[in-house]
């Protein structure tokens, strides 16, 4: 058993940020699944928005993010994004943050529903990478942060409705359990819950299913977030062809050569997300039952762009396929790609559950409402990775005592492993068809019917008396697919990313509330609905 003053479990934007903020009050120990660079953050292409150009620009930012959260935002978390967010970059860039410039001067892009361009970017189309490269670098340097690499979080320690420590899973496959004054949650979302995703494996929800299993309460899990344009090639991995593109001007067609977003939003091709998306998905509807039509990105007729230069990584990888953004028709359908729900905190980071604090994509501010804003996901993840980490320290709490575990290293055998990932792989299956971008009663409930019977065999599993990262996660899936899935029924009504064909209308006089789900082992999940 060891203890360290601040325990951050996830390397992405927001872990990062906060060790850093942390680590001149206290030892700070990250822990992450596998490499600090493997994370959302690392993979995030088109850019970071932020407000740098003074009021009227903070106040337009403002405008826009309420706008695509269609009534949901909650507007004391989005101010602080926005009036906090210039002096969060400018620090990154006194780090070592290198954002494409020209001729000395920051360059800006423009993505969807952006009155205007504040897109940042950085090596084209790789600005997740640089900033994460950066942070890593930055707190690497810092002696009171230890990284603890290819490690699973198994289990956080409640003591008296206070969170103090949690059990960690080496690569060895033995539990350390590691005491902590506080515990921070960033470790990303759960796009692995859906069979087409733009995420890493490594986004499994582990941090969002460790905290409801403790008893802290999730937000707003029915609003997940489908990148409209995914890469569509069977085989091929749902690559994701960035927001970006589109605001250098591409365009979308379907199969019959036309472009079609005028008949879905005056914005056109730089519509809010949930449009395009759901656009797409409509457009991509074959004449039979299971039959698809393909649908394609356009930029043949962009000549003012040297994209190659521009989309260095998707140019790279599109030629893997022998494609070429400026010769060819690019196939695209939407994957998901980002949880706007998570656990529910405070705009400083604090759940509802003591000693536990959660930033980033894990966490629920209500800054997104029900549909993020393109590229405002590495902003939130340095403001309120920032701000959790500084109510931290203003929280104060001491250390407390535990008991040790047992140091169970028996790994999961080749039986348990074949009975998780066909688990995990049904499920993703049935999430995909019974609770993605169009959803009703009839399909979300036989979502739960084959969730239900995942989570049975994953327990099965786990009642072997075995550990591994893998039971981590799947156990982590069932528990996030199943909030998914009881949120979304429980919204009879259509907003944002949540688009239920039974009730195609937005009811605000019933819903216009934010989801809460709370956990409950001896009464059953409790489910309302709550004005923030």
Known sequence: MSSVDYLVMGAGVAGLRAAIELADQGEVLVVTKEAVAESNTHYAQGGIAVAMEGDEDVALHLNDTVGA???????????????????????????????????GRLVRTREGAHSLARILHANGDATGAEISRSLAAFARAHTNIRFAEWTTVRGLLVDDGRVVGADLLDRENCVQR?????????????????????????????????????????????????????????????????????????????????????????LLELAPRDVVARAITREGIGDRPGATRVVHLDMRHVRDVDLHKRFPGISAFLGRYGLDLQCDLIPVRPAAHYLMGGIRTDIDGRTSLRGLYAAGEAACTGVH????????????????????????????????QADA?????????????????????????????????????????????????????????????????????????????????????????????????????RNDARFRKHSIFRRDGTSGNQFTFDEW
Request: charged fraction near 25%; hydrophobic fraction near 40%.
């Open 69 to 103: 959260g269609d009534g949901l935002v909650y507007e004391p978390a989005a101010r602080a994004l926005v009036d906090e967010g210039p002096a969060r970059v400018e620090e990154l860039i006194a780090w070592g943050t290198k954002f494409d410039r020209e001729g």
């Open 178 to 266: 590691t005491l902590a004054r506080a515990v921070l949650i960033a470790a990303g979302g759960a796009g692995q819950v859906y069979s087409d995703t733009t995420n890493p494996a490594v986004a499994t929800g582990d941090g969002i299913a460790l905290a409801s299993l403790a008893g802290a309460e999730l937000a707003d899990m029915e609003f997940y977030q489908f990148h409209p344009t995914a890469f569509s090639r069977p085989g091929a991995p749902r690559f994701l062809m960035s927001e970006a593109l589109r605001g250098e001007g591409a365009y979308l067609r379907n199969d019959r050569g036309e472009r079609f977003m005028e008949r879905y939003h005056p």
């Open 405 to 505: 575990p047992e140091r169970g290293c028996e790994p999961l055998d080749s039986g348990d492993a074949a009975t998780l990932e066909t688990a995990v792989t049904d499920l993703q299956r049935a999430m995909w068809v019974h609770a993605g971008l169009l959803r009703e009663e009839p399909s979300l409930q036989e979502g739960q019917r084959v969730r239900t019977t995942c989570a049975e065999r994953v327990e099965g599993v786990a009642q072997n008396g075995r550990l591994g990262r893998r039971l981590v996660e799947a156990q982590a899936l069932c528990a996030v697919a199943g909030a998914i899935l009881d949120s979304a029924l429980a919204r009879t009504e259509s907003r944002g990313a949540h688009y239920r064909n039974d009730f195609p209308k």
């Open 369 to 400: 409402g029900a549909n993020r804003l393109a590229s405002n996901s590495l902003l939130e993840g340095l403001v309120f990775g920032t701000r959790a980490a500084r109510a931290m320290l203003e929280d104060g709490l001491s250390l407390r």
